[in-house]
Structures are given as C-alpha cells and as structure tokens.
C-alpha cells in the first residue's frame, strides 16, 4: 500500500511517500524561514500563499522521484490539526480533491500523533508502550503512549512551551529568526553555571511551565547591558547557555519522574525541540541512569515533514474509507484520538 502524506500545519511544506514492507520512498521538505525572516515570526496569510505556490510542484517531484504516477496512490494523508486554518486548509484542499479524482481515501492526520509515529521510521523502532515527550514549537507535553490512538497526557504547559521560551529568549538576544536553533548554537560557547535561573515547578509534578523562566532570563539579560544599553557578546553567550540548561534540567526532571509514575521503560522524543544536542544528550545520560530506553528520530524527522504524516496515514489508513472531505482544525486536542477501527 502506497501513502502519498502531505504537511502544510504551519511554515514548512512537507511532501513523502511511504510504502509499506519499503518505507519512505521520496521526500521533500520547503522551508518558509527566509520569507518570514522579516518579521520575526510566521505570518499566517503568507504561510498559506507559500504552500499553494509549492505544495503542486512538490507532489510532482516526489512522485516522480518515486517512479511512481497518481495511479499508483492508494491513499493521500494530510495534517488536518491542530496548525494555522489557512495552511491546513491548504493541504486539505489538494490532498482531498486528488483523492476524489483518483477515487482513493483521504485521511486526515493529527499532527502531534505525526510528531510521535515518527521513531517508527528509525530502527529500531519503539514498540508501545512508551512515554512520549512532546516538544515542539506550540507544545510540550508527557504522554503514555498505550497504542495508536491510545493517549494520556500525564503532564503538559501551563503556558508558553519550551519551542516558544527558546525563540522569545532568542529575541531578547537580538538573535534572528527561528530563534530556537540560533540560541542552540550560541549557548555552545556560553557558561551554563553564570546565571542561577530557576528550574520551574520542580517536583512539583508532572506539568511544566516556562514563563517564569522566561522573565528571568530577561532580567538577566537586563543586568548584563552596558550603559549605552548595548550587550556584551560573552554575557549573551552565558545567558544562551544557562537559559538552554534551564530548560533541559527541567524536562529531563519531568521525564524522570513521568517513568517512575508510569511504570514505563522507553521514552519517545518528539518534536522540533527533539534535535536540541543538549536536551538528547541529558536523557541519554537518564536513560542510563534510570535503565530506560531512549528514541529519537533524526533531526530531519524532528521538524514538520510529509515522512511522518504520510506513515501516520498509513496507520490510520482505515478512518479515510469515506468519501473524501477536507478536515481541518486549528486547535485538537491529542487525547481526543482513538484507536482505529
């Protein structure tokens, strides 16, 4: 069975080709940094304009890659939510009306379930049970991952997530967008120890919050301005480095205390925020404390891409059997999610 997926959630354009018993056949992915770069942030409408414009061409050269024609889909998945409604509305659109005209399922997909499926594409793969650290731009969550559609979200945000913190602290740093990555790389060469910023909620818990954390950083970064307002480049490096070690001490923390509540022995990272060096590095360290075995998919498959929705769809490929309509929700809750029938 061949799954063409495609991924229009936000600002990325994500085209695969999946086929069962071979795997991802052809992928391609289209970032929009540069486009929003500008403003410093996605702008919605944009983002909508740049997946029409590309979304086509990609479908093209991904079949093509594949050697495989339209005739040979046998399903077409698409992110339905949660993301910006414009760009959902995107994918929706072209995934359903190819599904009309080559009479073939349209499924629509949960992008957070994207997000965690996408080990699955790794050897080797976890098998369920396993706890799943959501951490992308929009959430950070703990979920016990029972089965395909069996969630329980065991801890999440009570406000920003930890990819918000990381590209708003980049801001403070005059660091440019996506801020994320770019605060990665200058805490490289920072002192994590310089600044005492808090570790929140700590053992309070499995929830996480970072807010708090966030105006710590900014009263350090504050402090550290010279009189001509202007910050050093060293005290940029060491806020970078203490705010990143915050964050990773934190959800190492809450990953340890999610496996001890949940009697669970393999954690799953997934998300944008999963490429973070450090943050793999930190639960590599717990997995061997603690006798737990630690997933992560490749940077490649951390970020937005058609690979995980595609393989989603073909997991989910029962729920597409009706005729085809354009889901999308910008807000869906994971936890409404229920196993195939």
Request: proline share 7%; glycine share 12%.
């Amino acid at each position: 069975m061949r799954v063409l997926g495609i991924e229009t959630s936000c600002d990325e354009t994500g085209v695969a080709l999946y086929e069962a018993g071979v795997g991802i056949r052809a992928e391609r992915l289209a970032s929009q940094i540069q486009l929003h770069a500008a403003y410093g942030g996605v702008v919605p409408e944009l983002a909508s304009r740049d997946h029409i414009a590309k979304l086509l061409p990609m479908v093209e050269t991904v079949l093509a890659d594949a050697q495989v024609d339209l005739g040979g889909l046998d399903a077409i998945a698409y992110t339905a939510g949660p993301g910006l409604i414009g760009a959902l509305m995107v994918g929706g659109s072209l995934a359903s009306a190819l599904a009309y005209a080559l009479k073939v399922p349209a499924i629509p997909v949960h992008h957070l379930e994207g997000h965690i499926l996408a080990c699955m594409l790794e050897e080797p793969a976890p098998e369920f049970p396993f706890l799943a650290l959501m951490v992308s731009g929009g959430h950070s969550q703990l979920i016990e991952v029972l089965g395909l559609g069996r969630y329980r979200i065991v801890g999440e945000t009570l406000d920003d997530a930890a990819g918000e913190a990381f590209d708003k602290v980049a801001r403070l740093l005059g660091l440019p967008y996506p801020g994320g990555p770019e605060l990665a790389a200058l805490a490289e060469r920072g002192d994590p120890r310089r600044f005492a910023l808090p570790r929140p909620l700590k053992n309070q818990g499995l929830d996480l919050s970072f807010s708090g954390l966030k105006t710590a950083a900014r009263l350090a970064i504050d402090a550290c301005r010279g009189a001509d307002g202007g910050l050093p480049d060293p005290a940029r490096a060491d806020v970078a480095a203490s705010f990143q070690a915050a964050v990773v001490d934190t959800l190492t923390g809450k990953c340890r205390q999610a496996l001890a509540a949940t009697g669970l022995t393999k954690l799953v990272v997934a998300g944008g925020v999963g490429a973070n060096r450090a943050l793999r590095a930190s639960l590599a360290e717990l997995g061997r404390q603690v006798g737990a075995r630690v997933y992560y998919p490749k940077p490649a498959l951390c970020t937005d891409n058609g690979a995980m929705i595609a393989y989603a769809g073909w997991c989910r490929r029962a729920e597409g059997a009706d005729k085809p309509r354009i889901v999308a929700r910008p807000r869906w809750p994971l936890d409404e999610l229920r196993p195939p029938p």
